[in-house]
């Protein structure tokens, strides 16, 4: 059975960049959604008993072409909200430190320059979409952004995400409109990134 993460914060705690109504529905409605779509098409699949991560790695040994393809969809739709509601928080943004901290300037050169270079992929991204930020093998970090619920795992790449950018309308359409980029802006300032070195030690074991 696939779950979604319980909330670490309620659902008004990340006004006022993201508003309780955007939470509550994104959180309780279009995720719940995916989640259960998922269990049902794994089900159907014979792969529940695997991790959401085997089986988005694993997509192409589903030979039915529409239950590959509501894998894919739903799968990444739970994995991948999973990841962002979990590096949110309130009282949040700032910058990392540590080795996080370390591994984003020697990839990108400085904070802000990475913050720069996701904002453009996460603008650039044409229509649904998300993104990423990941850990190759060697530890060093890269980014990447992708369509729909797709994600690193799902597009067969060798890298573990830690860091999700939501940028369907759905995400952000409440408060923002269309001015995706100030919601990407925004989204910096409630970034837990303790939470996004977590998964980067995780990563790293
Ligand atoms: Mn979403």
Do not use: C
Not at 34 to 46: E, H, I, R, S
């Amino acid at each position: 059975m696939y779950e979604q993460i319980q909330l670490p914060y309620a659902t008004d705690a990340l006004e006022p960049v993201l508003d309780q109504l955007t939470i509550e529905t994104h959180y309780g409605k279009h995720h719940k959604t995916y989640t259960a779509t998922f269990n049902d098409l794994a089900a159907k699949a014979g792969v529940a008993d695997k991790p959401a991560v085997e089986v988005l790695k694993n997509l192409d040994a589903v030979a039915d072409d529409a239950l590959r393809t509501g894998l894919r969809n739903n799968g990444g739709g739970y994995y991948n909200h999973n990841l962002y509601f979990s590096i949110l928080g309130p009282n949040a943004g700032g910058a990392p430190t540590g080795v996080l901290a370390d591994k984003i300037n020697e990839a990108f050169g400085s904070f802000d320059a990475f913050k720069e270079k996701i904002s453009a992929l996460a603008l650039g991204q044409f229509g649904s979409g998300w993104a990423w930020l990941s850990v190759k093998p060697d530890g060093s970090l890269v980014l990447s952004k992708t369509a729909n619920q797709d994600n690193p795992y799902s597009l067969g790449e060798d890298a573990i995400p830690i860091l999700a950018l939501d940028v369907w309308e759905h995400a952000y359409y409440l408060k923002y409109k269309n001015v995706r980029a100030d919601y990407v802006k925004a989204f910096f300032d409630i970034v837990n990134w303790d939470a996004v070195a977590k998964n980067y030690d995780e990563a790293v074991k």
